[in-house]
């Protein structure tokens, strides 16, 4: 049977962990190991870990500011099981999250693994917009949530589980600190170890609570794919240039408006916004989250779209190396 080494790399976010940790408490199999890694924090967390220590085995080391991938990096050093499972901080489990994980690695074998994210009932409106957006159809999420989608599965750092002798060979996260995780997943592919999707594993994921910091976020992701597509040139894909071309093709359509007159373009964008306000209603059945997954829809669109066409034109037109072009993005 698998041991599993659960590893928490973390930034502030306080009351994030007692909820996570509150979930892991509940579990039907508690034979596992919680690695908590203090990336820096700017406020205390040992209290919170503390609370949970008779409930646990439980393990907290507090360490410099380094990003998410070098913190997990450190963790996983330290873990004393086979399988090492990383979940983000601002998400919860349900209470048979490890049980199905050791039964998924029993039936269906792999050398790394990971699951969906989707909406708590908890979360505010505001988060289950972001969230279908993240995971709908009519998004670049699509794929991540849907077992009958997903062909050769990219686990993310959110909801991911690795070999722990394996994810020593290939020396763990890389030093970017964001897009570390497909990074990760691409290095695996090239060194020949294999990945699933288990659909029973799936997280509560409260991604951002704010419609600002959504865009932040999806903007860095964007700028962060060319460099990955630099990195691992076999595994590259026309669908990454969609929101891009979105973008470029809802700014060709306020100029055919207003230059020629010309509404056509913009109507296909109303036929868009229909559809996602149709089937957000559909899977979320609350019109209140239906008319925000517009917004956060449109917002993950432009601010992909437009950090992946500037780092692309930094990294191939003017020739910059990525840590020249966005020196932010490693450590």
């Known amino acids: 049977m698998a041991t599993i080494s659960i590893i928490i790399a973390i930034f502030n976010r306080k009351d994030e962990l007692f909820e996570l940790l509150n979930s892991l408490s509940h579990q039907t199999d508690k034979n596992f190991e919680v690695i908590i890694v203090d990336d820096?924090?700017?406020?205390?967390?040992l209290p919170t870990v503390q609370l949970f220590e008779e409930q646990l085995d439980i393990q907290f080391f507090r360490k410099d500011n380094s990003g998410p991938g070098l913190s997990r990096n450190y963790g996983a050093k330290r873990a004393k099981n086979d399988w090492l499972v990383f979940v983000d901080s601002d998400v919860i489990v349900e209470k048979d999250y490890i049980e199905n994980i050791k039964k998924n690695l029993t039936q269906n074998p792999c050398d790394a693994f990971g699951g969906a994210d989707k909406a708590h009932k908890g979360f505010?409106?505001?988060?289950?917009?972001?969230?279908?957006?993240?995971t709908s159809v009519f998004t670049t999420g699509g794929i991540r949530g849907n077992k009958?989608?997903?062909?050769?599965?990219?686990?993310?750092?959110?909801?991911?589980?690795?070999?722990?002798?394996?994810?020593?060979?290939?020396n763990g996260f890389?030093?970017?600190?964001?897009?570390e995780d497909p990074d990760l997943s691409?290095?695996?592919?090239?060194?020949?170890?294999?990945?699933?999707?288990?659909?029973?594993?799936g997280v509560y994921h409260k991604r951002r609570t704010d419609f600002g910091k959504f865009s932040k976020q999806v903007y860095q992701f964007g700028c962060a794919r060319p460099i990955l597509n630099q990195r691992h040139p076999d595994y590259v894909k026309p669908t990454f240039w969609f929101p891009s071309l979105f973008l470029i093709g809802y700014l060709m359509g306020i100029i055919h408006y207003f230059v020629w007159e010309n509404g056509l373009i913009l109507a296909l964008y109303g036929l868009y916004t229909f559809l996602v306000f149709f089937h957000a209603l559909i899977v979320t059945k609350n019109i209140s989250i239906a008319g925000m997954a517009i917004i956060s829809t449109y917002i993950q669109m432009f601010s992909y779209g437009y950090g992946f066409l500037k780092s692309w034109f930094l990294l191939n037109i003017m020739k910059q190396s990525p840590k020249e072009a966005f020196p932010k993005h490693f450590h």
Not at 158 to 167: A, E
Not at 174 to 179: A, K, L, N, Q
């Open 40 to 45: 820096g924090s700017k406020i205390a967390l």
């Open 148 to 170: 009958n989608a997903v062909t050769k599965f990219q686990p993310r750092s959110f909801n991911m589980g690795v070999n722990k002798k394996i994810f020593l060979e290939v």
């Open 124 to 134: 505010n409106l505001m988060q289950k917009a972001i969230s279908y957006s993240m």
């Open 186 to 201: 691409m290095t695996l592919w090239e060194n020949g170890f294999t990945t699933r999707f288990y659909d029973n594993i």
């Open 174 to 179: 890389s030093e970017m600190r964001i897009g």
